[in-house]
């Protein structure tokens, strides 16, 4: 908050607290004797002096929440009658604020205390610096105790990680003060540990239960993976709140089942028991985003306007991100702009959006003029540049970030990698080792796709072994991109091992591997490998099909491609993309059925693009189809004037077939000044990639490649070329 306004606040606080003592101080002076001040409540006079305590209590507890700490002392000080719940109350923003020393100097002054103000004095020890010691010593030397003093000590025990402890002080304190409280308490520090089991036998033991006990245990379910068993509990509730109700839903949405999730927020709103609330409203919105339920976003959004909800930080973040990932910018912005209240995220959320809607420019607008910044709002401006392709101002942010982590590098890596610069990427990882930053599971990731898009095996292998060291071996996304990796490098039976070794292959794990076979010309592996996939209830998807229908092409099994593109649509509701068509079009060429490939192609319900033309092209070179090469030439010529392939292509058919106007593509080609790529090849020699362009001359040991081939040519008896036009191979 700017400081002129918290003054301004401040001032307003002030005054409105002037003008009520002024009203109360005579009042308050005459009906509360020193003892009632020790009372609280229980007056026997003056109704409204308790009311106005009470009141002014209540202002010092909403600005400690709020974390406005000097609104709370500013009332706290203004008050003329004090009681012991108001010391409390401020001793209570102290510590939820982090001012651990001024709670612990207003706790030894106040003038009475009791069981709620020691609690709160060991709670400060224990949520501020985890002072376990001390929050001990003052819970031996409290006069009386109840359960919320015991919750507080397990609790403390819990986050200082002192497990034992909790345990034995849980098992040793008075069963009276045990359930709920101080049951929900070890519930949910055994929970945080991901030990559901001792949970489970926790709450089963407990005598009494409350609300927050069935919620933690079904949230405990939900984020196991055990959907059944939380719905079990759920159903057995005897009262369910807003907690329980949001838990039940976030599970059924993180388990995938959208359906049944959203199916259950409309029971919740049907039943109308319990009031929906901000938190049940975000996990929607994020799930109509994550599952692209446009409609369903909208309607929500509907119910928050007709609801009356405020747009607090929560829910207008969920609904400006479920619109950015919509590409409703429009949208987004009008929400961020109703905010009442913003942080950080808010503002991630808006620029995230504008960068998914490819408007950098806009998005490094509103990062430059959000007041906080944050490693998500550096590392999202820095994708978004690597993705626009401006590798230089990506490395110039990142260069300037005050703070770098793995998630940094990971964003600038992976936008090396994305911009097919695999060096580059390389180059940062080892910059990142270098300066003692932990890589993450997606940094391996990434540094392990440039090693595949250099096929340098010894880079990959060193990569490999690093993750071996820092024991992520079995992390899914390094597990596949090694899978893809090891292919590309040539090895595909070391991919293979790498792939019998997950525990729950993905789609995309299954992918890699079919996709490492069919580039292998290992069809029936590959087709084995997607039946086998089906068997376990992976649903394949458009990139699986790329693979299946590839190998097809590649084993000349016609009728089974033709199988398998037709079961995209029949039995997997997959619309087939442009890649798909030139798979089918590769295979029924390469088959020698070029008529059906171009009535195929004239089947298509939208125009083909260059894949399939130029699969029809390649199939017309092998097969001497000069008629449909030429088709094919004139479209890809349409479609890509600047390639020279189309030209090549039909100037050497025009050749063999002895016909006249073979002359006259080439003068075309050479009229429109397109000239073919030279062909590229490349070797790894002491970390050294060694790079070879047809025609080049450029290398250091040009001379003495030439010695080498021309003794290779000799000893085959393959050459009668003299040495000086050996540059021609």
Known sequence: MPAKQSTLRLGSARSCLKKLVLTHSTLAAHTLSKSHLRGGYDLPKGQETNRFIIYCNSQITRHGRNGNIKEAESVFKLMPVKNTITWTALLTAYAENGQLGEAQKLFDEMPDKNVASWNAMITAYVHNDLRIDEAYSLFHRMPERNAVSYAAMITGFIHAGMFGKAESFYNGMPRVWRDPVCSNALISGYLKMGELDKAVWVFKGMLEKDVVSWSSMIDGYCKEGRISDARNLFDLMPVRNVVSWTAMIDGYMKSQNFEVGFG???????????????????????????????????????????????????????????????GRIDAANRIFKLMNKRDVASWNSLIASYVKADKIEAAYDLFQIMP?????????????????????????????????????????????????????????????????????????????????????????????????????????????????????????????????????????????MITAFAQHGLAQEALHLFKAMQN???????????GILSSCAHMGLVEEGKSYFKSMRSAYQIEPGHDHYACMVDLLGRAGFLDEAIDFIHSMTYEPRSGVWGALLSASRCHLRPDLAQLAAEHLIGLEPDNATSYVVLSNICSILGKKNAEQVRLIQKAKGVKKNPGCSWIVVKEKVHLFLAGDQSHDNFVEILETLSRICISTRQSDTPLQDLSLL
């Open 372 to 512: 906080e910044k944050d490693i998500v709002s550096w590392t999202t401006v820095i994708g978004g540049f690597c993705s626009k392709g401006d590798i230089a101002k990506s490395i110039h942010l990142f260069t300037i970030m005050p703070k770098k982590d793995d998630v940094a590098y990971t964003a600038i890596i992976s936008g090396f990698v994305n911009n097919e610069e695999f060096a580059e990427a390389i180059y940062w990882y080892i910059l990142m080792i270098r300066e003692a930053v932990r890589p993450s599971a997606l940094t391996f990731s990434s540094v392990i796709s440039a090693s595949a898009g250099l096929a340098t095996l010894t880079h990959g292998l060193q990569i490999h072994a690093q993750v071996v060291k820092m024991d992520m071996e079995f992390d899914l996304s390094v597990q596949n991109s090694l899978v893809t990796m090891y292919s590309k490098c040539g090895n595909v039976s070391d991919s293979y091992q790498i792939f019998t070794n997950i525990t729950s292959p993905s789609i995309v794990s299954f992918n890699s």
């Open 536 to 546: 376990e209830g992976q649903e394949p998807n458009q990139i699986t099909f790329l």
């Open 264 to 326: 259950l927020f409309l029971s919740m709103r049907r039943e109308g028991v319990v009031a929906v609330g901000s938190r049940t409203l975000t996990v929607v919105f994020e799930a109509c985003a994550e599952f692209g339920r446009y409609e369903e976003g909208i309607q929500i959004h509907g119910l928050v306007s007709r609801l009356g909800l405020e747009y607090d930080v929560f829910l207008g973040n969920s609904i400006i991100d479920m619109y950015g990932k919509f």
